[in-house]
């Protein structure tokens, strides 16, 4: 019974002093009044030093369950170093506010309006029903969105106010709250990304080398809140520190995992640029590889281990030792990336599914690869979508103004996520080096499927590498079209071919 009472007193505890949570400004100032750093409170609370830099920063709140140890030591920091209390107000402990969440855990829309935090609309609501960001998701407060008299409109203005999120539409029904409620979560966190990199650049003072080297240092923190924001609305609950099979875990800093991308290096064996000739060839780039691979099946749960298996289910993701069927077709890249040697190899479900699909009927190009075994979880393909569809919007809207700085920045932000997802010391927010795997080897993937394009329209491949580099024979506008956008190819220039054009030559055999 002891016992008992303890636990809830416990929790009463923990409700009373979440219930007067000190904002993340003054969680600072009093770690600061106690002189205490950051790595200090994190080893007594037991997080890391990035952990106590998102609640003092406004990224996050304190959660389970390291919050009771962190709400203790605020409250008694707070009855020593107490706020200065001036002619106006008393020093208090004021509690921060929360964000309203329905049943399912999920962020509640409300009446669109200035968040309460920083000025900048939003259609999410606190609590007490008044606009906020979810979870610390708030720009900045500047002269641009301070709760400061509105200037008359003949007093001239220094610097152009930050971009305004479009009204949100009224909702009526429940379906149509759902559809209009993801729309405008989309055009506030595009609006964002456009903020962001007006304040850098006014920071900077219009150079432009100094505010992309600003936005490229705070992509990878950007780009994990921007995460959280459209997760927000999210259907399925995901594992960010999964516990890790052996083959997905580096054995040092400097060698990697057992887990084979099937990157392509292609070059075509009946051309060279060496042979005599005049066979025109274009190379070509596909925009944004890497964003578009975000579209993807990514397993949400811990990993389980299975073997024997004739296939692997449709709603499930993760990684496979296969051994793959030969592949007897010279003219076309290798679905399995250029190896070294022969036999069974640890790939990711993205290239699996492909292997499969090209043993198909539609193909009938190999044999189906032989599974051995796999650790796979439930997965879904619209994991990422809401991020994705959110950066190839802010992109789109870079593109139409020529904003070669918020391309730059879009760029550092999906590549950034990407690469420091699995084992990085510079993003702490999740490990899934297996997401890292497959949406790198889904960019492939999706290069192997425009080079067949081609094939099949009557183009040579003459080369394919990387996650964008197409090297192709023909009139291949009749296959892709032109442009900058997501959808798009463009020819690829380099200082060794300035045009995008060369020739090459037959190989006589």
């Known amino acids: 019974m002891s016992e008992g009472l303890s636990g809830v007193e416990a929790l009463l505890e923990e409700a009373r002093l979440t219930a007067s949570m000190p904002s993340p400004a003054e969680r600072r100032r009093l770690r600061e009044a106690a002189h205490l750093s950051r790595a200090q409170v994190a080893t007594a609370i037991g997080v890391g030093r990035s952990t106590i830099a998102n609640w003092e920063e406004g990224a996050s709140d304190p959660q389970p369950p390291a919050r009771l140890e962190y709400l ?7 009855e020593i170093y107490p706020t200065p209390a001036t002619e106006e107000a008393p020093a208090t402990f004021v509690p921060a506010p929360e964000t ?11 009446p669109a309006g200035p968040c309460i935090r920083c000025g900048v609309e939003t259609a999410y609501q ?15 407060v500047t002269a641009q969105t301070a709760s400061t008299p509105t200037p008359v409109a003949a007093e001239p203005v220094s610097a152009p106010p930050a971009p305004v999120s479009p009204a949100p539409v009224p909702m009526a029904t429940r379906p149509q709250r759902r559809a209009r409620s993801a729309v405008r979560a989309q055009e506030e966190t595009t609006g964002l990304i456009s903020r962001a990199v007006h304040e850098e650049l006014e920071r900077a003072a219009g150079d432009m080398d100094e505010a992309q080297k600003f936005l490229i240092k705070r992509a990878i923190p950007d780009v994990m809140t921007l995460f959280a924001e459209t997760r927000a609305t999210g259907r399925y609950d995901y594992t960010a520190y999964p516990a890790l099979p052996d083959i997905l875990k580096k054995p040092s800093k400097k060698d990697p995992d057992q887990i084979w991308e099937a990157r392509p290096r292609f070059h075509h064996p009946d051309y060279s640029l060496k042979a005599p000739g005049d066979i025109k060839v274009t190379a070509l780039d596909v925009n944004a590889a890497y964003l578009s691979a975000l579209k993807c099946w990514l397993p949400i749960g811990k990993l389980e281990h299975s073997t ?31 190896r070294d040697e022969p036999g069974a190899l640890w790939v990711t479900n993205a290239t699996l599914r492909l292997l499969q699909r090209l043993s198909g009927p539609k193909y009938g190009l190999a044999e189906a690869p032989v599974i051995h075994e796999s650790w796979t979880s439930g997965a879904t393909e619209n994991f990422l979508d809401a991020l994705r569809k959110t950066l190839t919007a802010a992109r789109d809207t870079a593109l139409a103004q020529d904003d070669t700085l918020a391309l730059e920045y879009i ?25 890292m795997h497959i949406i790198h080897s889904q960019a492939y993937a999706n290069l192997w499927g425009k080079a067949y394009k081609a094939h099949q329209a009557g183009l040579e491949i003459i080369s394919m590498m990387g996650t964008d580099e197409l090297h192709l024979t023909g009139d291949w506008r009749q296959v892709f079209p032109e442009g900058r956008g997501v959808s798009q190819m463009k020819i690829k220039h380099s200082d060794a071919k ?9 190989v006589p055999h």
């Open 72 to 78: 203790r030591l605020l409250k008694g920091l707070a």
């Open 100 to 110: 309203l969440r329905g049943e399912d855990g999920l962020a509640v829309h409300g």
């Open 126 to 140: 606190s609590t007490d029903g008044r606009p906020l960001h979810v979870g610390g998701f708030c720009q900045p």
């Open 308 to 338: 024997g298996l004739d296939g692997v289910e449709p709603k499930r993701s993760g990684v496979h030792l296969i051994t793959p069927a030969p592949w007897t077709h010279p003219h076309l890249p290798d679905p399995i990336g250029d």
């Open 411 to 435: 760029k550092a932000m999906y590549s950034k996520f990407i690469s420091t997802m699995g084992e990085s010391i510079h993003n702490r927010e999740m490990v899934r080096p297996d997401w």
């Open 498 to 506: 300035a045009s995008g054009e060369y020739t090459v030559g037959k």
